[in-house]
T-cell receptor, first 114, second 112 residues
Framework: GAGVSQSPSNKVTEKGKDVELRCDPI?????LYWYRQSLGQGLEFLIY????????KSGLPSDRFSAERTGGSVSTLTIQRTQQEDSAVYLC????????????FGPGTRLLVL | GQQVMQIPQYQHVQEGEDFTTYCNSS?????IQWYKQRPGGHPVFLIQ?????EVKKQKRLTFQFGEAKKNSSLHITATQTTDVGTYFC????????????FGKGTLLTVNP
């Protein structure tokens, strides 16, 4: 694909429901990141995947958040029992290598928890 | 923990005026990256600086990395309405070679 894609682009859910957000990284990119961006704020690191290595989950804000990456490609971020403070834009990014370098961001999923 | 601070938080200019945003890290950085996010869009990579004192230019944009590798700046000469957006700096986080710490960004608005 031409770039990182994410779905859905927008998600409105009720407090307490579970949501799944999907990310398709650029083909061949081994590194995948999830970030959260609250209104008018910077990017908050959530989780990092690199190849088949164990993910770095150090940025996940609570145990309600989890993520998987299947086959080293597509990733799913799951938020269980959503809370209003989970409302934000969830951005996925991928990069070619394991070390810090250019990250290519997807368009994001705007999550609104009512 | 490591912090990356950006100032100003907001900047409004008249078209044609210059603009500068500053980025300061609490720790020495191995490199620094700059991203631009248009309103409603997603961050797009602009540049990476690696060397102490490095200066790079992209048309009207000039990026600098401080001698101590703890600060950086982005200067735009003669702003245009297409420059509108939030400019973020980011540096490797806590010695990690893959995690970035982003500043909160500087929102630039340009009055035509």
């Amino acid at each position: 694909g031409a770039g990182v894609s994410q779905s859905p682009s927008n998600k409105v859910t009720e407090k307490g429901k579970d949501v799944e957000l999907r990310c398709d990284p650029i083909s061949g990119h081994t590194a995948l990141y999830w970030y959260r961006q609250s209104l008018g704020q910077g990017l908050e690191f959530l989780i990092y995947f690199q190849g088949n290595s164990a993910p770095d989950k150090s940025g996940l804000p609570s145990d309600r958040f989890s993520a998987e990456r299947t086959g080293g490609s597509v990733s799913t971020l799951t938020i269980q029992r959503t809370q209003q403070e989970d409302s934000a834009v969830y951005l996925c990014a991928s990069s070619l290598a394991a070390v810090v370098e250019t990250q290519y961001f997807g368009p994001g999923t705007r999550l609104l928890v009512l | 923990g490591q912090q990356v601070m950006q100032i100003p938080q907001y900047q409004h200019v008249q078209e044609g005026e210059d603009f500068t945003t500053y980025c300061n890290s609490s720790t020495t950085l191995s490199n620094i990256q700059w991203y631009k996010q248009r309103p409603g869009g997603h961050p797009v990579f602009l540049i990476q600086l690696v060397k102490s004192g490095e200066v790079k230019k992209q048309k009207r944009l000039t990026f600098q990395f401080g001698e101590a590798k703890k600060n950086s700046s982005l200067h735009i000469t003669a702003t245009q309405t297409t420059d509108v957006g939030t400019y973020f700096c980011a540096g490797p986080r806590g010695g990690s070679n893959y995690k970035l710490t982003f500043g909160k960004g500087t929102l630039l608005t340009v009055n035509p």
